[in-house]
């Protein structure tokens, strides 16, 4: 790795920050959203063991097609493969179903040796959405020693004449950062806080800095990749690969954004964090294409609104996103937060995004999108929606 020191006193003062929470927000919840939520996680738990029934092994879900009724699966080394146990422990931190934990286990002994993959960026995704969670819930030695290696494996990735990590491997001269990397440094810093090494911490610190120096416009939303020359760290081009255009706002690519630099605030508190995340939300809940019900078109600038396709996952990450921003921020921005996300939620639990028991294959959102441009994944089940609207229900419950 670049950096080398070993600062105890930083760890500890990092233990420190995640351990005393955030300020207390006053909010009146809806008790009939409760319920639905209530509700839902048992409808949610049998979901998931209908999954579990129809996964080839040693296979991860990767999303379903209502449509033709195909689940489509991938490997461990597909940045997705994290959200399916991570899921099941969520859904088995509510429902204590026994079944979910097991299959969590199961399926996480196929992921380990992810925790050696230098060839991805998404290991926060795969290991600590997953092992960050079974760690989370009942600590054990091997889940420390994994996390520590995959957070050294996607540290190997850091350039510090770019100061970021790389996301994917292009041409020689080309150092590709997407926006999604911001999502992938909380492991970074669970990381330093456990072993007490900064050099964890300074290349989170750095890659957010200059993710948002070079991926932001004036009116705070990003492009999707910035294209950095490998020597000299130049911005080369600006792009958008998953977006309708060069210059679109890609919903996905926005929410991964306002997550990021929540999660940047709460592991250092450094304001311009808090101020960016802010910025974010503002260009978020305050654009006239996002509709009544706050589940956000596929992008922003999409040319067939009002009738370009929702995506449920961009609003799942937004919804989790603001129910944490919403602690940090000023009480009456906050509670304009948790309005939002509330409405989110509700949303996303309705029979217009939640499936109905029984169907989808097993799992439980739908309408999300994941590439449009190139005609993959359109409208259909994608296993992170799920992950991000069961988190933003746990979130939404930890108010009571």
């Known amino acids: 790795m670049i950096y080398k020191s070993f600062i105890l006193p930083l760890a500890i003062a990092f233990l420190f920050v995640a351990c005393t929470g955030s300020k207390s927000l006053q909010v009146s919840q809806d008790t009939s959203l409760l319920q639905t939520i209530d509700a839902s996680f048992k409808q949610d738990a049998a979901q998931y063991r209908l999954l579990m029934k129809d996964l080839p092994p040693e296979k991860f879900p990767k999303n379903y097609n209502p449509k033709t009724a195909k689940l489509e699966t991938s490997n ?30 199961r399926i996480m002994k196929v992921l380990e040796k992810e925790k050696n993959n230098k060839g991805t960026h998404d290991l926060g995704f795969m290991m600590y959405c997953s092992f960050g969670n079974a760690e989370r819930i009942a600590p054990k030695p091997e889940y420390k020693e994994i996390l520590l290696q995959s957070a050294r494996s996607l540290s190997s990735r850091f350039s510090p004449a770019v100061g970021a990590i790389k996301s994917w491997n292009g041409k020689p001269d080309e150092y590709l950062v997407i926006i999604d990397n911001m999502m992938n440094l909380e492991l970074l810093f669970w990381a330093t806080r456990v072993s007490g090494d900064s050099s964890f911490y300074k290349i989170a610190v750095t890659h957010a800095n200059t993710t948002m120096q070079n991926h932001f416009r004036p009116d705070h939303s990003s492009y999707h990749v910035i294209n950095y020359n490998t020597q000299s760290g130049a911005v080369q081009q600006k792009r958008t690969h998953q977006g309708y255009s060069d210059e679109s706002a890609w919903a996905r690519g926005q929410a991964w954004g306002l997550y990021g630099y929540v999660v940047m605030y709460r592991e250092t508190k450094d304001k311009k964090y808090l101020d960016k995340a802010e910025a974010i939300a503002a260009f978020l809940l305050n654009h006239p294409n996002l509709p ?17 396709l929702r995506d449920a996952s961009a609003g799942a990450i937004m919804s989790a996103a603001l129910f944490e921003l919403c602690r940090y921020a000023k009480p009456s921005e906050g509670k304009k937060y948790f309005a939002a996300a509330e409405t989110m939620l509700k949303s996303l639990a309705s029979p217009q995004y939640h499936s109905a028991q029984g169907t989808n294959g097993g799992f439980l959102t739908q309408h999300s999108v994941g590439h449009l441009p190139a005609g993959t994944e359109v409208d259909v089940s994608i296993s992170y929606a799920d992950y991000y609207f069961v988190e933003a229900m746990k979130r939404y419950k930890a108010f009571e």
């Open 292 to 308: 009544a019900d706050k589940i956000p078109y596929w992008d922003f600038n999409a040319p067939n609104i009002p009738s370009a």
């Open 76 to 105: 461990s080394s597909w940045w997705c493969s994290g959200f399916y146990p991570g899921t099941l422990l969520y859904l088995y931190e509510e429902t204590k179903d026994q079944q979910l934990y097991d299959e969590a286990m």
